[in-house]
């Protein structure tokens, strides 16, 4: 089906998918796509920039840098200098954000569902206690078949109260309930019809670097994934979320400069300006999960006026950018993933940089809100397990509520009334306007950035990151792209407990493999199972005989680990796309456009060529195929 402008074909969706989705498919929410089209070209104009930007720091060997004061911010009138004075209007914060003490994170679908098993997601997070729930289009959201509109689908229901969700609802509370008084002795639900209005319905949409799997230009060239998920959810919600009180609001992921943010804002605008209401009605928080960002802050705050309330600090795809725009540097080396905490070197670095921005006040004397990083863990384990976890989890929370945090997200709906007391006993709704140092643009300040600590790098290190990473592309291509998983070597041992995973724990597992391996980077200790001696390098023979041993420990998996029905299909192909990204001496931007390209696909030949062809493609020059390969009109 095409969608028209005047006579003028522009867009195109998949063969059959406007009559299955007309709910969500709709005229008005087509009319709002093909509005915004026209910045599609401007989307991918910035993406080839990144991409450019890149390539330079490698061939040239650079460091990001701090934007000069007497620059304007693209797409806009504003200079650095102004925007770091907070020389701009910003949003006021809206009421029903004021206070987000606690998050949840996670999708409104599940894979191969009936509606009525898919849409507990939904009734899971409007129930959990949580003041805001950020239900997610990108990292944690599966992507194969329909789900992208199935999940626009379940929101669109839970937000109408229709009755096939209430009716699911009013099911899960009582389930929520057993679960509450076996574990805190009390049930956590009085009203679930009362408690279904609590939690503020937020969405993330996704990135600008990616494309849609179910609208194409004309031509078979890729659509922006982030236009249709914008327009779909606010053209189908905005007016039921204002008759009921609430805000209109998105999370915006992956931005690197102020001018992508400056793009966001024109879209929001657009949308806004397209639908006939008032233009800031649309609030935005960013996710800071790019180290450019970090060095454009304030930039990125003023490019999105008025529709910017908040940064949030997420801790995985910042490691990944980091490691990222780094891995031209030889004497850049990371650690083991689980040495890189939120106190650890460039990212309690990062973390004291955006507090200090959303400190920082506008000309009306206005402030952001700051909503810390993911607890990804779940009280799912023996006793010992949970009582460990859980204790850190805690201390987390109170560590981020010291420094100056209004909120915490969670990655699993049990784990809203663990973490959220932390916040009940300080009582204060946020922590607006908390009195930091103001920002500095000095080198040193560039440095601490990407600071690096001493800590271990281990065989066992590696083992970890190639057995989560080989099990996170399974479950991605099986259709969950957020899943609880745990090395293949603490299958069984229920006091190491399963973490809830997405893509960005993926990215950043090949990410650091990938480092290791083209830096020869030494192991710490020795390792007596493999006998390989403390200052051993992590060399192509010994990454491939890891490999081969940690696919192995998941074909011999339980199927309560890996699906059985995947270790034929899927499995191979993620250790195809496991090995082709770390062995290239060119470093492929995103794990997740290896992923994308194979969805659906159980084949392994055809896996194996489409990678080839990107990676072609990207040796070639700078080109990243982001397109459904599979789409039909």
């Known amino acids: 089906m095409e969608i028209t402008r005047g006579n003028v074909s522009t867009l195109v969706v998949r063969k059959g998918l406007k009559e299955s989705y007309a709910d969500i498919l709709t005229g008005k929410a087509l009319a709002a796509i093909e509005a915004l089209a026209h910045l599609n070209v401007d989307r991918l104009n910035l993406m080839r920039a990144r991409v ?19 620059a304007t911010i693209g797409r806009t009138s504003l200079t650095v200098a102004d925007a770091r004075a907070g020389q ?39 129930l959990s206690g949580a003041d805001g729930w950020m239900f997610d289009g990108e990292d944690a959201l599966g992507q194969i078949s329909t789900m992208s509109l199935d999940n626009q689908r379940n929101l669109k229901l839970a937000i109408a109260r229709d009755a096939t969700f209430m009716k699911v609802a009013e099911s899960v509370a009582t389930e929520m309930n057993t679960w509450a008084k076996e574990f805190f002795g009390r049930e956590i639900i009085a009203d679930w019809q009362e ?5 503020t319905k937020i969405f993330r949409a996704r ?56 793009l966001w804002n024109g879209l929001l605008t657009g949308l806004e300006s397209h639908l006939g209401i008032t233009v800031g009605t649309i609030k935005a928080y960013v996710l800071v999960e790019q180290l450019e960002a970090s060095f454009q802050l304030m930039e990125i705050r003023a490019a999105l006026s008025p529709h910017f309330v908040g940064f949030n600090t997420g801790r995985w795809d910042y490691i990944n950018s980091v490691a990222d725009a780094l891995a031209w540097d030889p004497e850049f080396q990371n650690p083991n993933i689980d040495a890189i905490t939120m106190t650890y070197g460039y990212m309690k670095n990062y973390e004291d940089r955006v507090r200090r921005a959303v400190n920082t006040p506008d000309r009306n004397g206005r402030f952001a809100l700051w909503q810390g990083g993911m607890e990804p863990n779940i009280p799912v384990g023996s006793a010992a397990g949970i009582a460990s976890s859980m204790k850190k989890a805690v201390a987390g929370a109170e560590r981020e509520q010291r420094e100056g945090a209004s ?11 663990i973490v959220r007391p932390v916040w009940e006993r300080v009582g204060d709704d946020n922590q607006l306007g908390r009195k930091f140092l103001p920002l500095t643009y000095a080198a040193k300040d560039a440095n601490l950035l990407v600071e690096l600590e001493s800590a271990p790098r281990t065989v066992r290190g590696t083992r970890d990151l190639l057995s989560v990473a080989l099990q996170y592309g399974n479950a991605f291509a099986q259709g969950f792209q957020a899943a609880a998983l745990k090395p293949a070597d603490f299958f069984g041992n229920d006091d190491i407990l399963y973490l809830m995973e997405d893509m960005a724990t993926g990215e950043i597992r090949l990410s650091i493999l990938w480092e290791w391996l083209h830096k020869a980077a030494a192991f710490s200790e020795g390792d007596a199972e493999t006998g390989i001696r403390a200052g051993g390098k992590l060399t192509p023979a010994i990454f491939s005989q890891l490999l081969d041993e940690e696919y192995d420990k998941l074909l011999a998996a339980k199927n309560k680990d890996v699906h059985d029905n995947s270790k034929a299909t899927t499995l191979p192909i ?29 084949d392994l030949e055809s896996a194996t060529q489409r990678i080839r062809g990107y990676m072609s493609a990207f040796r070639k020059d700078g080109t990243r195929i982001t397109r459904n390969l599979d789409f039909s009109a």
């Open 207 to 262: 990135g600008l670097h990616l494309d849609d799997r179910h609208i194409q230009i004309n031509d078979g060239s890729g659509f922006s994934a982030s236009i249709v998920d914008m327009c779909l959810f606010v053209t189908n919600n905005h007016e039921e979320l204002q008759k009921r009180g609430s805000s209109v609001v998105l999370y915006l992921p992956k931005i690197q400069t102020a001018e992508e943010a400056a």
């Open 52 to 70: 450019e930007r890149r390539r330079q720091r490698y061939q040239n060997k650079q460091r990001i840098e701090f934007l000069s004061p007497q």
């Open 574 to 602: 993620a250790k195809e796309v496991v090995r082709s990204y770390v062995i290239d001496d060119i470093k492929a931007p995103w794990y997740i456009d290896l992923l994308n390209i194979n969805l659906n696909n159980h």
């Open 407 to 417: 909120g915490k997200w969670v990655a699993h709906w049990r784990m809203v009334h």
């Open 88 to 126: 701009f209007d910003g949003s006021e914060i809206p009421k029903d954000l004021r206070r987000q003490w606690i998050q949840g994170t996670g999708p409104g679908a599940k894979p191969r569902a009936t509606l009525e098993s898919s849409l507990r997601n939904v009734a899971y997070a409007l």
């Open 195 to 199: 408690q279904l209005s609590f939690t």
